[in-house]
């Protein structure tokens, strides 16, 4: 949001989610922190980030198949589709 929006835009999003009115933030445990950094070193022909794994694994428990991002390696994975494309 911030790269796209800027400050402004990214700032009251944030406050949205932190208010809870729009969407639930979730902690991943350290096992899926393990989980998370194992998927990091196993792709290294991708550019996925330690963050971006962090998302996939927690999308897997979740069971979600999408995710509202504008970061293309979230369907680089194969597992999931983003909105908006």
Known sequence: MLKRYGHQVAAQLGQMLWEGSRARIFYISKAEQREA????????????SFTDCTSFVLMRR???T???T????????GLF?????
Do not use: C, I, M, N
């Not at 589709?81 to 494309?85: A, D, G, H, I, Y």
């Open 37 to 48: 950094w194992d998927f990091f070193r196993q792709y290294t022909d991708k550019d996925f």
């Open 62 to 64: 979740l069971g979600l």
């Open 66 to 68: 999408r995710a509202f």
């Open 70 to 77: 504008f970061d293309a390696d979230f369907e680089q994975t």
């Open 81 to 85: 589709s983003r909105v908006p494309r």
